[in-house]
């Protein structure tokens, strides 16, 4: 290796201190997506070519393959993302089955609530109204068969979610139109006008 190779290689290295390797990124971004990510977008996220991502999401997969892993990646649709094993399958099917039977948390009903309302909508519309993050409990409430897919909308590409007839079930309504109205539970426009004056 001459001279120059190395002081570059040294450089690289130098300048990577403090910062997540390619590996360490791509892993991160994969276990935070809810849907397939393609490799052209990783690339743009990652600032690297298209060749570099390809080859990591093709180590990681045949790494992930290796016996005794609970989760494998998969390339589905165009896209990237982590799965969990087909030889997991009980053991994930109990544990969803046996979360059914506890209580939803706050931030879970509070999620459930704008769905049942606001329904279809995307989980980035659900964040909006809770002013926080909802993937995390959108996936418990789809886990739980109380939320499902409604398909995509035609304008921005959003998946959509709605409720399902377990969730009607669960509550004991025949259909959502005996959700209790929203208007006696929200502050009226002399209210919210009054505040907005004395906060200017």
């Not at 399958?89 to 059914?100: H, I, M, T």
């Not at 279809?120 to 886990?143: E, F, H, K, Q």
Request: net charge negative; aromatic share 6%.
């Amino acid at each position: 290796m001459s001279r120059w190779v190395r002081s570059s290689t040294r450089r690289r290295q130098v300048s990577d201190i403090g910062e997540p390797g390619l590996r360490a990124s791509v892993e991160a971004i994969l276990l935070v997506v809810d849907e397939p990510i393609d490799v052209v977008t990783l690339a743009q996220v990652l600032e690297r070519s298209r060749g570099e991502i390809t080859d990591v999401l093709e180590i990681l997969r045949d790494e992930y393959a290796r016996p005794g892993r609970g989760f494998e990646l998969r390339e589905i649709g165009g896209g990237w993302r982590f799965y969990t094993h087909a030889s997991c399958a009980p053991v994930v099917e109990r544990f969803v089955l046996d979360g059914q039977q506890a209580k939803l948390t706050q931030a879970a009903l509070e999620t459930l609530a704008v769905v049942a309302y606001r329904q279809p909508v995307s989980r980035a519309r659900v964040s909006a109204v809770r002013g926080v993050n909802c993937d995390g409990v959108m996936r418990t409430l789809i886990a739980r068969g109380l939320v499902a897919d409604a398909g995509v909308d035609s304008e921005s590409g959003a998946y959509l979610y709605s409720t399902t007839p377990y969730f009607l079930e669960r509550l004991g309504m025949a259909s959502l139109d005996e959700l209790p109205p929203l208007a006696p539970y929200l502050p009226d426009a002399d209210s919210i006008e009054e505040r907005d004056t004395e906060n200017a």
